[in-house]
C-alpha cells in the first residue's frame, strides 16, 4: 500500500473510534514517529558499533519497530485486539518510561508519547495503516521528500478543522522572515510558540545552505534550534518534522513559555535570534501573568509573547515577529509599555505591513512583520535604542486579487518587499491632494512616534470605504443594473429558443454568470438599503428638519443631559464630585442641519460602564440575554429566555425596560436592541440609558455605517474583537431636536417594513 495521508485518512475513517480529523492525525503521525525514531536507532547502533562502542535502545524490545510493526510473510503479523491492546501497552511505556541512563537524544520519545492517544479499536484496519507506514524508508531521501509533501498536506488539514485553535504561517513568510534574520551556524534559532515547526524548519534549511561539513559544523547544526509548543499534535508534528530535518535531539519543549519569570533568564537560556508567529487573543493563565511585570501584563497573548521575546533574545541578538494590526494602534496599558520596550530596549528597525488575505481562508487577521534586535542604533537619541523606524505596505501584487487556499502567498510574491529591504527609499501613494499624502513606505523618527503617543499604524493600506449611496440614488442605479441584466438574459432565452427550432446554431454563451450577478443584485438590495437610510437619518436629510415653535434645540437638550448627569454626581460623591463640561469637537464630520448639535458619546453615556450583578441574585423568571438571542444588522430579538431555563452560572448585567443593549464583541455582527422589559445580560453586553434622547433614534445611530465602521477600525482583540471603549466614547454623535428624532424613528420603522417585502 502507497505512503500517502490519502491513503490513511480512508483506512482511519473505516474505524468509528477515530471520527475527527484531529484524532486521525494523532494517530497516524504518532505512528510515523516511531518509524523514524526506530529508524534513527538503527542508524546510532551502527555508528556506537562502528566506535566499538556499544547502544542501548530506548525502547525495550519488545516495543520496537521491528518487534510488533512489519509485516511478516509467514501471516504471523500481529493484528486484530491483540494489536490494539499491544500498541496501548507501547504508548504508555513510553508516556511513563523512566529517563534515568537515557541519552538526551533519547528522551524525546517520552516528551513526545506523554500527550498522545491512541485511538484506533478496529485492529485489522490498524494492521492496514501500519503496513502502509512500513512504506516509508527514513534511509531513502525520496522517502524523506514524500513525508515533507505529506507534512504539507496535513497542515492544511490543521487549519481546515480548526480543532488546534491556531494558524500556521505561510511558508513564503516564514522563508522571508528567516532570510532577513540571517542565522548563522553557531547561532541559536528560538520559536517559543512554534507549532508545526514551521520558523523552525525555514532556519534548519536557511543554515545547511551555508555548507554543514566538517564534525564542528554538524554539531553546530544539532543544537541550533529552540522550541515550545502548548499543545500535543503541533508538538508531535514539530519533533517528527525536525527528525526527517535531520535533527537527532531537537530542543523543543511541550508545555507554555510562560512558566517562568522572564526577568529569570540567565544568558545560557537566551538565543541569538526569534522567528515567530505568535498566538493571538487571551490564552494565558492567572499564574503565567504573574510571571510578567504588572505594567505588561494583559489578556493579549501576542503582547506578553513580545515582552517576552525581548527577554530571551541576547545581546546584538534580533528578531523578526508577526503581530496582527491591533497591536499597532492599541492604546491599552499594556500595548504602550510593550511598545515602549521595543523602541527604548531594543531597536525596532523595520515594521513589513501584510495583506489581509495572507492568511486566508482561515482568517482575515491583518497582520505586520516587526524586525527588531537588541542593539542600540547609530545615534538614538538619549533613552532609546531605536533612532528610526522604517515602514513599508507589501500590496497584493499585480494580477492577484486576493490571496486564498487554493491560491496562497508565493516566494516570489515577497520579492518586492526583499528588493525595497534592500534599497530604503521612501514611496508616496499616488495623489491628486498635495496636502493629504499618504505613504507605501516611510521613515519615522522614534520622536515623532513618541509624539503620536506610540502609534505604530503608519503607512496603513487605503481604506476601502463601502460607498453609502443614497436611497433614490441606490434604487435607480439597482433598476438600470436590474433591466441591463434581464435583457441579456431575455436574449439568451431567445437563442435557447431559435436553438431548438433550429434558426440559430450554438455559441458558448452561457446564462450561468448573468443569472447569478441577479442574484447577487436583488440580495444585496435589502442591506445596502438599511445601511443608505440609515446614514440619511444621522446625516438630517431623511425627514423635514422644520421644529415645532417653542421646542428646545439639541444643544439645549444637550445642557439639560449635562446638568442631569452633573447632579447625580453631587449627589453620589459630595464635595469630591467634579464639574463636568461639555467634550471639544476638533473636526465635525460633516455639516448638519439648523437646530442640531454634535457631541460625543461621552457626553451621554459612558462605554466603560461595568457594573454586574450576582448570579445567585436573579430570579428564575427573570429575562437573561445572550450575544446569540439577537440577531445580528436587523436589531431583532430571535429569542426570550428565562433565567430558570438556563445553565449559566456567571455574573451578570442589570437593564431596565427601554435599556439601549449593545454588543461590544465582534462589533461587526451590529447587534443592538431595545430592552422590552427588565432583564439581565450577559457582560459582553453594554447597557445604555440615553434619557432624555429618544432610545430608538440612539440604536439607529449605533447601528448605522459611521458607527460600525469606527468600532470595526478601533476594535481590540484580533480572534474575538471587541469594541475600543475609548474609540467608542469620543465618537461624534448628531443629536437632533426630541421631535425630529421621533419623526426620523416613525420614518426608519415605514422604510424598513417595506424593505422586509423584498
Sequence with gaps: MAFSWKAARD?????????????????????????????????????????????????????????????????????????????????????????????????????????????????????????????????????????????????????????????????????????????????????????????????????????????????????????????????????????????DNPAITQGTAFSKNINDYDEKEKVNVVGMNPPYGGMTTSTELTNFPENVRTAETAVLFLAYICRRIKENGRAGVIIPDGFLFGTDNASIEVKKMLLKEMNLHTIIRLPSSVFAPYTSITTNILFFENKRAADAPNGFKTKDVWVYRMDMPEGVKHFSKTKPIQPEHMQVVKDWWENRVEIADPTDDPAKVTYKAKCYSVKEIEDSGYNLDLCKYPKEEEVILAPDALISGFIKSFRDNCRIVISSVEHIENLISGRESSNEDSLTSICGDLSKLVSSLPDKLRKSVLQEAIHGTLVPNDIPEGEATAQELLQQILKERQDKENKEKGKKAKKLTLSTIDEEPWELPEGWCWCKLKDIIDFTSSGTTKNGDITTDSWILDLEDIEKETGRLICKKRFGDVKSKSDKRAFKTGNVLYSKLRPYLNKCIIADEDGYCTTEILVFDFEPIYNRYAQSFLMSPFFVDRVNQGAAGVKMPRVNNTEANDTCFPLPPLSIQHRIVEKIDEVFSAINTL
Design 11 to 247: 483506512i482511519m475513517r473505516k474505524d468509528s473510534s477515530v471520527s475527527t480529523e484531529y484524532q486521525r492525525l494523532e494517530e497516524f503521525v504518532s505512528l510515523v514517529f516511531l518509524r523514524i525514531y526506530n529508524a534513527l536507532e538503527e542508524e546510532w547502533a551502527d555508528e556506537a558499533d562502528s566506535n566499538g562502542k556499544s547502544y542501548t535502545p530506548a525502547i525495550p524490545a519488545e516495543y520496537q519497530w521491528g518487534a510488533w510493526a512489519v509485516k511478516r510473510s509467514d501471516g504471523t503479523s500481529l493484528t486484530g485486539d491483540s494489536l490494539v491492546e499491544h500498541l496501548n501497552k507501547l504508548y504508555r511505556h513510553c508516556a511513563t518510561m523512566s529517563v534515568v541512563g537515557l541519552e538526551p537524544r533519547q528522551m524525546i520519545v517520552r516528551k513526545v508519547f506523554q500527550g498522545l492517544t491512541q485511538h484506533m479499536r478496529d485492529g485489522f484496519q490498524l494492521r492496514q495503516l501500519i503496513d502502509m507506514v512500513n512504506e516509508l524508508n527514513y534511509h531513502d531521501a525520496k522517502q524523506r521528500h514524500l513525508f515533507g509533501q505529506m507534512y504539507e498536506e496535513m497542515l492544511r488539514i490543521m487549519q481546515s478543522s480548526k480543532e488546534t485553535g491556531e494558524y500556521y504561517t505561510p511558508r513564503a513568510v516564514t522563508k522571508f522572515i528567516v532570510e532577513q534574520l540571517n542565522p548563522r551556524l553557531g547561532e541559536k534559532f528560538g520559536d517559543f510558540a512554534c507549532g508545526t515547526g514551521g520558523f523552525l524548519t525555514a532556519a534548519i534549511d536557511h543554515l545547511q545552505a551555508q555548507g554543514v561539513e566538517t564534525k564542528k559544523q554538524v554539531e553546530q547544526l544539532q543544537n541550533a534550534i529552540v522550541g515550545c509548543e502548548l499543545k500535543a499534535i503541533p508538538y508531535l508534528l514539530c519533533a517528527t518534522n525536525m527528525l526527517v530535518h535531520g535533527i
